[in-house]
């Protein structure tokens, strides 16, 4: 491999196979314990490509979690017919039910990056976008859900959507601190319920 | 001092001193980067006390933090008159609003305690310990609501116990992560609305 001059197409290849990497030692090892070796037994491609593209681990997990934002934004983007069936799937993009293995551990890295978000700026920042765009769809959902007649119209959809994305966060940090689907999948049935009983126009 | 021979009077208050100090050497530096040096720092006492009383920093945050869920216990109990009353004082005690620099600070290593917890058992049997104090102290205060008929007697109070602790998670998580005092006030005051609906009796 040229790593001296790597054509684009490959570049983007590279980058993408890193961040898989990235995403699978960080679900092995958390986000505090994952080091750059981790990431490098993860690859399949030479551990010199991985500095060829990132200065030093930290670079390596921005750049990460920046794509990981702009995912979250794709999956967060839904326009189907109904408005709550919209919302019942923004609900489960968020807290899937069942939520496997996998699914799991990368939502405790997230739970790691906001415990550090009060000591390190850009983790507050990566958060605050990420609070941004899940709210924001909601937000989008639910005034679409006023729009046409289907939710009451006294709901003001900004706030409905902080106190969804808020109770969703909680349900999700129970459910992932303590290994306890039963609870997710509990408190997430309270959630809709909730839903049904104040949005919907009986 | 004689630290070889203490009374036990002595001993009680050493520990209630160490205990005061670990409480400002965590808010100071965060659950991660606290050291016994740190701890030592805030002990108006010689620092040969604390290895007297503890064999190491695992073992004296482990006594802390089981002191702090006995503190909590404490704190969840209310037996007021009124069960709506007693209820708000229960959501404030989690999420007070406003919430003062030091309860920020100590929130946050709580929530630093929750993201370690999947890597730790010993983390995950404290969380789960506090999480069963508080959704208790809910379901008690819902219980005596509903029996008292101040509540609908259609709701389940463990169940609700459950959303409402969840919620305030939710609420807490992200207001100590972000430092965002606006969203935590917000938050909890569209729960309260929350409550009013679903639990009052019209």
Redesign the interface.
Known sequence: VNVSDPGVGDDVDVQAAIRDATYRALCRH?Y?ETTIQHIADEFEKSKSLLYYHYENKHELLTDFLRHQLDELAERMTVAGTDPYDDLLTLVDRIVPVPMDDEATRFR?VL??I??????DESH?EL??RS?TIIRSAFADVIRRGVTAGRFDPAVDPE?AA??V???????M??G????DPE?VA??RE??VT?LD??LLVD
Request: glycine share 6%; net charge positive; charged share 30%.
């Open positions: 958390g505090h405790r739970l790691e906001r415990a550090a978000a009060p000591h507050r958060v605050r609070d706030e902080e106190f994305h808020t109770t969703l966060l909680g349900t940090i129970r992932v601190s303590l290994d609870t509990r408190t309270t959630l909730y009983r104040y």
